[in-house]
C-alpha cells in the first residue's frame, strides 16, 4: 500500500456558491461537465456499492455477471480502474475479494476492495491506544490489519468483568461470581459494524464510555467529553435477500447515541465517521483508483469517477459530496495559483460547513501529495435493484427521487437534497455501466 499523508491544517471555503441543483428523476444531469472521445479512453475509473448493486446476500443480481463480463477483456484484464466501495466492515479485504471473485466470475484483487474500515489505517494516532473493538467476524484480525496494535474485544470484556452483561440470564454468571480480570484502560472506542448481540455490546460500550475506560469502576462523576469513539458504516438499512431493507450500523449507532443520551443528557460525540458518505472514504478510493490506473498501464491522471449505488442516503449522498469537495479543491487551487503560490499550499482536509459532519472523517487525504491531479468531478448512478426501488417509490410527477423523504442519514450529516439527488438514474448495474461507456464514447463490446 502507498504512503499515506498525515492530516493538514483546516481550510474553510464557502461551500454555498457549489451547491448542487435538482435534477429530474430519469434525465438528470451530470454534475461534471461531459468530454469527448478525443481525450481518449484512458480518462475515468468507476466506483462500485456491492449490496444492491451487485448482490442480494449472497446471491449475485443478473446484470452484475453479465456487466463485468464486459469490463475485462479476453485475459480477464479490466478495461478501466475498477474498485469496490462497501460499507460492509465484517471481514479483512482479501476475502470479501476471494467472495466478489466467486460471485461476479472475474478476478478482483484486494487492492480494489475498499471496507468501510480501511480509511482507519490513516488514524495512526491511535493505534498505539488501548482500544475495545465492536463488530462481527474476525474483529481482532481486523483491527491488527488496520494497524491497531492493542485491541480489546467485547467478549474479551464480557469475560473480564462477568457482571456487566446480563441481559441474557443464561449468560448470568452461576452459582459463585468468578472474580474480575484488571485490562487495561480502554483510551478509545472502534465501531466497525454491526453486532450479532446488540444488548451486550450497547451496555458495554455505554459502561466503558461512562467510566472513562475502566468498565470495572463505579460511575460517581460523568466525564465529558468522552474518551474518543470511531465509528465505520454509517448505513441505516441495506439490502440482503429479504424484500424490504434491513438494520444497518447506523441503526446501532442511533440506539447507541439515544442510550448515552437518556443517561448523561450529553450527546455522544465521534472522533471519526468513516465510510460512506464521509469524504475521507472517497479520497481513498480514488488513492485506489489511482492504483488501479497504474496497473493498466495508464500515465494520464484519471480525469472522471463514476460512483455507482442503490442507497441515496450513502452511495449518492457520499459521490456528491466528494464531488462537491472536487470542486471547491479546484476553486482553491485556482485562487492560489492566481495568487503566485502552488498547488501544494492547498490543505486536503477541506471542512465541509453545510453538509460534512466536520469530525475528522472530512478531513484526512490519504495517498499522494496535494500537487497530483485530483479528478475533475464524479457523478452518481443511482440503480434500482437494491435499497431504491423505484417502481416502489410512490412519487407525483413533478418530484425527484429523494425530495421529502424522511431523512435516513447519520444524525451528523445534514440533509441536503441537492446530495441525494443522482446525476442518473437507471435500472440496473449493467445499464449504469453502458451509460457511462456511452457518455465517454468508448464502446464497450
Not at 54 to 70: D, E, H
Not at 163 to 169: K, S, Y
Amino acid at each position: 500500500m502507498a504512503e499515506f499523508i498525515p492530516r493538514f491544517n483546516v481550510l474553510k471555503l464557502g461551500w454555498r456558491a457549489l451547491r448542487l441543483r435538482k435534477t429530474p428523476l430519469t434525465a438528470a444531469a451530470p454534475q461534471i461537465r461531459r468530454f469527448n472521445s478525443s481525450c481518449g479512453p484512458n480518462s475515468f475509473g468507476l466506483l462500485f456499492d456491492i449490496d444492491g448493486v451487485l448482490v442480494r446476500g449472497r446471491t449475485p443480481i443478473p446484470a452484475a455477471k453479465q456487466c463485468f463480463r464486459k469490463l475485462v477483456d479476453g485475459n480477464g484484464k479490466y478495461k478501466v480502474p475498477v474498485v469496490f466501495v462497501t460499507n460492509a466492515g465484517n471481514c479483512v479485504r482479501q476475502t470479501k475479494a476471494e467472495q466478489l471473485s466467486h460471485l461476479l466470475e472475474v478476478e478482483v484483487s484486494p487492492d480494489q476492495v475498499m471496507l468501510s474500515h480501511s480509511p482507519l489505517r490513516v488514524f495512526s494516532q491511535f493505534h498505539k491506544m488501548c482500544v475495545l473493538v465492536s463488530g462481527q467476524g474476525p474483529v481482532l484480525e481486523v483491527a491488527h490489519n488496520l494497524g491497531f496494535q492493542n485491541a480489546l474485544t467485547i467478549d474479551m470484556l464480557r469475560e473480564a468483568y462477568p457482571l456487566l452483561d446480563v441481559v441474557d440470564h443464561n449468560r448470568r454468571p452461576k452459582d459463585v461470581v468468578p472474580p474480575s480480570k484488571e485490562l487495561p484502560q480502554i483510551e478509545a472506542v472502534v465501531l466497525f459494524g454491526e453486532p450479532i448481540r446488540w444488548e451486550t455490546n450497547l451496555q458495554l460500550i455505554v459502561d466503558v464510555l461512562l467510566t472513562n475506560g475502566r468498565p470495572g469502576n463505579t460511575v460517581t462523576s460523568i466525564k465529558y467529553p468522552h474518551i474518543p469513539v470511531l465509528a465505520c458504516n454509517m448505513d441505516l438499512l441495506w439490502m440482503a435477500e429479504a424484500k424490504n431493507p434491513r438494520f444497518g450500523h447506523g441503526m446501532f449507532l442511533v440506539c447507541l447515541e439515544s442510550i448515552y443520551k437518556k443517561i448523561t443528557g450529553y450527546d455522544l460525540q465521534y472522533e471519526a465517521l468513516i465510510g460512506k458518505p464521509s469524504v475521507v472514504t472517497y479520497n481513498y478510493a480514488e488513492l485506489l483508483i489511482r492504483q488501479q490506473a497504474e496497473s493498466l498501464g495508464w500515465t494520464e491522471p484519471v480525469q472522471r469517477l463514476y460512483a455507482i449505488g442503490d442507497n441515496p442516503m450513502a452511495d449518492i449522498y457520499g459521490a456528491n459530496l466528494y464531488n462537491r469537495y472536487l470542486q471547491s479543491m479546484r476553486h482553491a487551487r485556482a485562487q492560489v495559483q492566481a495568487q503566485g503560490g502552488s498547488a501544494s499550499q492547498v490543505a486536503g482536509d477541506i471542512q465541509c460547513e453545510t453538509v460534512d459532519d466536520a469530525k475528522n472523517s472530512g478531513k484526512v487525504m490519504v495517498g499522494g501529495s496535494y500537487e497530483h491531479r485530483l479528478p475533475e468531478g464524479c457523478s452518481s448512478i443511482l440503480v434500482c435493484t437494491g435499497v431504491y426501488n423505484r417502481d416502489q417509490q410512490d412519487l407525483p410527477p413533478d418530484q425527484t427521487v429523494t425530495e421529502q423523504r424522511i431523512f435516513h442519514g447519520h444524525r451528523d450529516f445534514r440533509f441536503d437534497p441537492n446530495l441525494t439527488q443522482p446525476s442518473y438514474v437507471v435500472h440496473d448495474v449493467l445499464e449504469a455501466v453502458e451509460l457511462v461507456f456511452q457518455q465517454e464514447g468508448w464502446p464497450l463490446e
